[in-house]
T-cell receptor, first 111, second 113 residues
């Protein structure tokens, strides 16, 4: 089955700095999604990038996708303490749209 | 109805007891998924409903687990004879066909003691 791997596993930065998280996967995908999870809560959909797109922006988020390297990155610019959360990449499998999630990156933004 | 609701938020149960969780998806979403998440890991797929039909079950879903979605509305996930290894966060998500971003509930955290 498809699996995703994310790195780093944890990232600690100061407010105002940029945060970059990376995701790699093993098989062909038609889209890749990023989710945020605050401690002990459900996941919130952040952004989706399709396989024919290379870069996408949403507010302070920038996502890139390199299908030749089977990798994606999520950049959060000008981070805020409220961005502290776990971030997961996810991609649909071959059936019924179920998502396979990476292990996540724990981001801590210090005020 | 602005989101996915899960009940209860927390459940502590003794090993061997049965537990049932409920998920109320967004009303116009016909697709509903259950995931399980353990500490430090990403969510893992358990089962999928399209309307009232359960169309896929993960191998993670042993015979002790059963899920239903009567009338294609709310869904329940029951775990019989709970084991300590069942301790996890159980997440429900819904989506409308043709859309891509799931809406997740806040989850039910199960602790088996």
């Amino acid at each position: 089955s498809q699996q995703g791997e994310e790195d780093p596993q944890a990232l600690s930065i100061q407010e105002g700095e940029n945060a970059t998280m990376n995701c790699s996967y093993k098989t062909s995908i038609n889209n890749l999604q990023w989710y945020r999870q605050n401690s002990g809560r459900g996941l919130v959909h952040l952004i989706l990038i399709r396989s024919n797109e290379r870069e996408k922006h949403s507010g302070r988020l920038r996502v890139t996708l390199d299908t030749s390297k089977k990798s994606s990155s999520l950049l959060i610019t000008a981070s805020r303490a409220a961005d502290t959360a776990s971030y997961f990449c996810a991609f649909p499998g071959t059936s019924y749209g179920k998502l396979t999630f990476g292990q996540g990156t724990i981001l801590t933004v210090h005020p | 109805d602005t989101g996915v609701s899960q009940d209860p938020r927390h459940k502590i149960t003794k090993r061997g007891q049965n537990v049932t969780f409920r998920c109320d998806p967004i009303s116009e979403h016909n697709r509903l998924y259950w995931y399980r998440q353990t500490l430090g890991q990403g969510p893992e797929f358990l089962t999928y409903f399209q309307n009232e039909a359960q169309l896929e079950k993960s191998r993670l879903l042993s015979d002790r687990f059963s899920a239903e979605r009567p009338k294609g509305s709310f869904s329940t996930l029951e775990i019989q004879r709970t084991e300590q290894g069942d301790s996890a966060m159980y997440l429900c998500a819904s989506i409308a066909t043709g859309n891509y971003g799931y809406t997740f509930g806040s989850g039910t955290r199960l602790t088996v003691v």
